[in-house]
Each structure stands twice: as C-alpha cells, then as structure tokens.
C-alpha cells in the first residue's frame, strides 16, 4: 500500500468519524470543533490530488473563518455549555430515511457514471495569470467566487449567531 493510497484512507476515515461525531453531538462547542476537524481533512485530501490553491482555500476560508466565526459567536453569547435536546423518534427516523436515502442515490450515481479523461488545456499557473484571474470576472476568472464567498462568511456569522442566540424565558 502506498503512501497516498494510506493518507486517503487516513484522511476519508477522518472525515467520516468527525462528520458523524459533529452531527451527532449535543453540545454546540464540541460539533464546532469536530466540525473544524473534518474541515482540515478535506483540505489534506485537496493536497493530496496536488490541488494546492483549493487546499489553501479550504483551509483559509472555512477551517480558519466560516468556524473561527461560528466559535467566536458561540463564546461571545455566552452559549458555551450550550446543549441540544434529543430530538423525538420520528424526527429521528426521519433524518435516518433521509440519510440512507441520499447516501443510495450518491453511491448509484457514482458507480453508474462513466468517467471520461478531460481533455481540456490546460492553463498556465503562474503567479501572473492567478492574479489577473483573480480580478476578472469571466471565464477562469475568480472575482465572483470571492464575492460568494463573502455572502457565505456573513451567512455564517449571522446564522451562528441565530443559533447561539440566548433565549429569554417568559
């Protein structure tokens, strides 16, 4: 087994791991921080298929903003300790059908796709043409992303905040 092929492995079992532990935690501080967790495996595999931008990207953006943004807001409403109820067994079962359901049709997709070599040119990388890329709204052009992106971290802070939010008891 090759390095790769055991960093794949590593990296996928961490992601799966976290992402259950994040969906399934109560408490609103520890889903944060697995959320974090598998966040920063996704960008490992990204350097692993040697997508080093998307990688940094993803480690920028959402490990070091979207959750900075949501513990930070979870902190500062005093929510720390914070824990969600269980939820009854029909939501429960309900999210379970819905689960396995997504995950049957994702699987056939994928196993019933047929993958064809690109064979688009491909574009030079280096630091002259991502910066003009980076200002350009067109074609390989990444002014609108960033502006989505934006829309995204402002997204998440407020939706954060929503959550973290004290309730007043009448």
């Known amino acids: ?46 350097f692993i298929l040697d997508y080093h931008f998307l990688a940094g990207v993803q480690l920028t953006i959402y490990a070091g903003g979207i ?4 513990i930070f807001s979870i902190l500062l409403t005093s929510h720390i300790s914070y824990k969600f109820e269980k939820p009854n067994k029909w939501v429960f079962l309900a999210a379970l059908f ?22 688009n040119p491909t574009i030079p990388s280096d630091v002259r043409t991502i910066g003009l890329q980076l200002v350009e709204s067109g074609t390989n052009g990444y002014a609108l992303p960033f502006e989505v992106i934006s829309l995204l971290l402002l997204a998440a802070m407020i ?12």
């Open 1 to 46: 087994m090759s390095l790769h092929i055991l960093m794949f492995c590593l990296f996928s079992a961490i992601i799966i791991v976290f992402s259950v532990m994040s969906v399934l935690s109560r408490r609103i501080l520890r889903a944060a921080v697995y959320l974090l967790f598998v966040l920063i495996a996704t960008s490992g595999l990204y």
């Open 98 to 119: 819905i689960a396995i359901s997504g995950s049957a049709i994702t699987i056939w997709s994928i196993l019933n796709f047929e993958f064809k070599a690109a064979t």
């Open 159 to 170: 939706g954060s905040i929503i959550i973290a939010k004290k309730e007043e008891k009448i």
């Open 67 to 70: 959750v900075v943004l949501i």
